[in-house]
């Protein structure tokens, strides 16, 4: 057996894509033959078997669904959607039909969904199966209907059907491309055209993009092509087709364990990785799995392979952006693909004129389904528990981060979990920093499948260890099977102080002019006492707009900062690094390849990731770079990438010969990313087998964004401290600002301790918006001599006031002499109120500090009437001057204002004092004038 099987795959090598142009003739698939070296009988023990759930038979009874009758046995588009309909009238409980999107040619793409309660979502395992990815393969589409008919047909009768439907939630698919479908001859088996794409226009005169090269991870590279008219054109991006964006949306909607995609033709069963000869990390569990669904399928249809191959996708070929890759590298579920009958060498009596590969004879399609239902029912029977294939051990800390002061002992708690299929004694371990001590009760558990146990971790940090993060690493180990976990013990910094929060402002939020008392709330979050330090607070104005630069790597000391992902493992020695003489500027650049030859090397996968960078507060930025390409056309590609905080989006992939002989600049908006604190630039190459060539050589990597000019306007102001702060106290520090015009502003403050000893949490800012309409007039507890700036609608005292929250006892305005003086008392109900225009000062008392605000519009000119004597008067404009400047040409001989600390609470002023908004003042003049206030 296992040497009619290496001939089959040599026979694959011969037959291009399985029949079509993805695998170059002149190229080896690279099926790693070890997998095959041993019989498949020594597998038959690894097929595990569900826990409470009983083994169906492919053969249960009269549920076996027929073919539905037509031209042939194969359903249509049309046929599957009427079988459909009936299956959902028949079953109405269990069955839920929705489309879950529509074609390009607005065919819809129908899903049922088989559950006890299908209309409802409840918590248990999903999983998703699905069919016609590629048009040709006809007989994927009779796999899912056969399940669907299965599941439905069986459920009143047979217990184990009832147990999978009541306690699973099950999503079947059966045509995700039906453009291609009715493309691809529709009924007539001698009309099919051999088409794999869906039939979207490309725009230069082909047609289709292949779905199963569409999907994001590692989208653009080696194993997909670029070329329209490619059998394996990926799109013009990641999930640019409306298939893959339904099957996208769908897994992102729910939570399922496995995907199993049905395919044509091969006999194989396939997981990932399919873009990197790598295995991953679950490689061990895929290879259980596959073989648990192997040992379930039967041999009806006559193979002469008597059994599907479990392989990782790219043992058989790299493919890059398909579904399998990215429903794990993604979402993090378990996918397979299962490429069904025929075998490579079945060339009879399968595939006879006119039936081929992905066509079989029609009397073939009832035995494949019934071969392949025992594999699927295995994986619907292990969804609550995917482990129990296999040794499997979890480890599950609680909490995962704790803080522990110097000298102190506390206890994490460890829920380790056997969840594989067999007894377990388990040995726990954990590496603490040196000193600490750490003891773990019990260090060991024996297990049965199925059950776990809580160990108490205890931890006790070092008396005069130094502060910080510190990660603790665990490990749960048996003979067969181990798990690792990590925690975090927090050491408190003994003095660390912090800013906590800004008053009043807050983010983005809009406020009147005027007067503001600023506070900065400090924070105590160490466990040593503060004696008082001081708190510095700046001003910022923040302008037009202007580009700046905010990264640059021009690579002449190296890739210091830069982050080298190796996806290729051993199948290439090619990897990133600096090379000297080749440069658009200085002396360096960065390529990947092998020094050894000066080209990159066959199967290679490696991704370049620049430091992180902030686009916060960008109102637009754009990444630009040089570089030079040659690699093998449409086979081998180079991708750039960006991401905010991980999720990658692609801007360009090349492939061919870009600028051979010269550095080539490009630019790219990075408008998508605008607001992320936390920008990656990659560059990713990968190439399949064969050709080789020069590479990729890069330099001059630059981001320019497009910033607002900050300003400084005010500060640094000191401020300090009152008292001693203990751990967890908070007090405020205050200082007073007059925002006196409009506009963006920033208020930044930071402690000035001489003892801190962590430093990410001194300083905080908050940036807000002055209203041009709005100005605010501060009142301090007592009298105060107040005016306001703006031209209201309403100028009684009763709108002006109203902002007021608490009581006011005393309202007073002088009328231009001794005993000419109105009052009005806001607390006592006989009072009248009285008109305030913007040319008086008056004079209010008030029980507590507080503001009020006032609405209106900017004045212009505004004259002021001043009769001989004194006058109390308004400052009717929002630009402070001292009294030279504003009462220059007028006969005054005094001027007083407002000093709530002074006798009477005035003082009189000298010609260098500032006239300023939202104050009162008495202006003594020897005869009759006029008084012009200039905006």
């Not at 999978?164 to 001859?185: A, K, L, Q, S, T």
């Not at 060339?347 to 029609?362: D, L, M, Q």
């Not at 600096?578 to 092998?594: E, L, M, Q, Y």
Request: a negative charge.
């Amino acid at each position: 057996m296992t040497v009619a099987i290496a001939q089959e795959f040599k026979i694959c090598n011969r037959i291009s894509n399985t029949g079509q142009t993805l695998m170059k003739g002149r190229k080896s698939i690279l099926v790693i033959l070890a997998v095959f070296l041993l019989p498949s009988l020594l597998f038959s023990s690894i097929g595990a078997t569900s826990r409470g759930l009983q083994d169906i038979s492919p053969m249960s009874n009269d549920g076996d669904p027929q073919p539905t009758a037509g031209v042939t046995a194969y359903h249509t588009y049309d046929e599957m959607l009427t079988e459909l309909l009936e299956v959902s009238a028949n079953y109405p409980s269990i069955t839920d039909l929705t489309s879950i999107g529509t074609t390009y040619q607005g065919n819809s793409i129908w899903s049922m969904k088989i559950s006890d309660n299908a209309q409802a979502e409840e918590d248990e395992p999903e999983v998703i199966i699905y069919g016609l990815h590629h048009s040709r393969e006809w007989l994927t589409v009779e796999v899912c209907m056969y399940f669907i008919n299965f599941l439905t047909g069986n459920y009143s009768t047979n217990s184990s059907v009832q147990n999978i439907v009541d306690n699973r939630e099950i999503w079947i698919i059966p045509m995700v491309n039906p453009d291609g479908r009715f493309y691809d001859g529709d009924d007539d088996p001698a009309a099919y055209t051999n088409w794999r794409k869906n039939r979207v226009p490309n725009g230069d005169g082909s047609t289709g993009v292949d779905l199963n090269r569409n999907y994001g991870h590692m989208w653009g590279g080696a194993g997909s092509s670029d070329d329209p008219s490619s059998e394996v054109y990926r799109g013009s991006g990641p999930f640019s087709e409306n298939e893959t964006q339904a099957i996208r949306d769908l897994a992102l909607q729910h939570a399922f364990v496995f995907s199993l995609s049905y395919h044509s033709y091969g006999q194989i069963i396939l997981y990932p990785w399919g873009n990197t000869y790598n295995p991953s990390k679950d490689d061990a569990l895929f290879s259980a799995l596959g073989w648990g669904m192997s040992n379930r399928m039967t041999n009806k249809a006559g193979s002469p392979r008597a059994q599907y191959i479990p392989l990782r996708g790219s043992q058989l070929y790299l493919t890059s952006g398909d579904d399998v890759d990215w429903m794990y590298g993604e979402l993090g579920i378990l996918p397979f693909v299962v490429e069904l009958y025929p075998s490579f060498s079945d060339t009879a009596p399968a595939v006879t004129s006119p039936y081929n590969g992905f066509h079989p004879r029609e009397d073939k399609i009832i035995p494949v389904c019934e071969d392949n239902l025992g594999g699927v029912l295995f994986l619907l029977e292990i969804a609550d528990n995917p482990n129990q294939v296999m040794p499997h051990i979890s480890l599950t800390p609680t909490p995962e981060r704790r803080t522990i002061d110097r000298g102190q002992n506390l206890s994490f708690q460890l829920d380790v979990l056997n969840d594989g299929n067999q007894f377990e004694s388990i040995d726990l371990s954990a590496t603490v920093p040196p000193g600490w001590e750490m003891t773990l009760i019990p260090s060991q558990v024996n297990l049965t499948d199925g059950s776990n146990q809580t160990v108490d971790m205890w931890v006790r940090v070092l008396p005069g260890d130094w502060p910080g993060d510190y990660e603790i690493d665990i490990t749960a180990s048996s003979l067969s099977a181990s798990a690792y976990a990590k925690v975090t013990v927090h050491v408190p910094y003994l003095n660390d102080v912090g800013v906590s929060g800004i008053s009043p402002f807050q983010e983005g939020q809009l406020y009147p002019m005027g007067n503001y008392t600023i506070q900065a709330e400090i924070t105590n979050y160490g466990p040593n006492q503060q004696n008082p330090f001081d708190v510095a607070m700046e001003i910022w104005e923040i302008g037009p707009l202007e580009e700046r630069q905010i990264f640059y790597e021009g690579f002449e000391s190296g890739l210091t900062g830069w982050t080298i992902v190796d996806y290729d493992g051993t199948s290439s020695s090619d990897t990133w690094h600096t090379v000297s003489g080749i440069a658009n500027s200085g002396s360096n650049s960065v390529w990947i390849g092998n020094d050894g030859t000066g080209m990159y090397s066959d199967t290679t996968l490696q991704m370049l990731q620049s430091p992180s960078f902030s686009l916060e507060g960008a109102s637009g930025a754009n990444l630009t770079f040089h570089h030079i390409l040659r690699t093998e056309w449409s086979y081998d590609f180079a991708v750039v990438e960006v991401a905010c905080r991980g999720d990658w989006q692609i801007l360009e992939s090349w492939s061919g010969w870009v600028s051979p002989s010269g550095f080539t600049k490009v630019d790219f908006d990075l408008s998508d990313f605008l607001g992320c604190g936390d920008v990656r630039v990659s560059f990713r190459f990968s190439s399949d087998e064969g050709k080789i060539d020069f590479g990729w050589y890069l330099d001059d990597v630059w981001v320019n964004a497009t910033l607002p000019k900050e300003t400084l306007i005010h500060g640094p102001v000191i401020g300090r401290t009152s008292s001693q702060l203990s751990q967890g106290e908070t007090e405020p520090v205050s200082w007073k600002y007059k925002f006196k015009r409009v506009g963006h502003f920033k208020v930044f403050a930071v402690t000035l301790n001489p003892f801190e000893e962590f430093f990410q949490n001194d300083s905080a800012e908050v940036s807000f918006f002055i209203d041009p309409t709005r100005y605010r007039v501060f009142l301090t507890e007592g009298m105060n001599l107040a005016s306001y700036p703006l031209i209201t609608s309403d100028n009684s005292s009763s709108t002006i006031l109203s902002t007021i929250q608490d009581p006011y006892d005393g309202l007073w305005k002088n009328g231009g002499g001794p005993q000419s003086w109105s009052s009005f008392s806001n607390v006592k109900p006989w009072s009248q109120g009285m008109i305030l225009d913007i040319t008086e000062g008056w004079w209010i008392r008030v029980g507590v500090d507080m503001y009020f605000d006032v609405s209106g519009t900017q004045p212009g000119n505004v004259s002021v009437s001043l009769k001989a004597g004194w006058n109390l008067v308004g400052y009717p404009t929002l630009t402070d001057r001292t009294i030279a400047e504003s009462l220059s040409g007028l006969p005054y001989t005094r001027v007083e204002s407002f000093d709530p600390l002074a006798p009477y609470h005035l003082r009189v002023m000298s010609d260098s004092d500032y006239m300023t908004t939202g104050m009162g003042y008495w202006i003594y003049v020897t005869q009759d004038t006029s008084w012009l206030v200039i905006p």
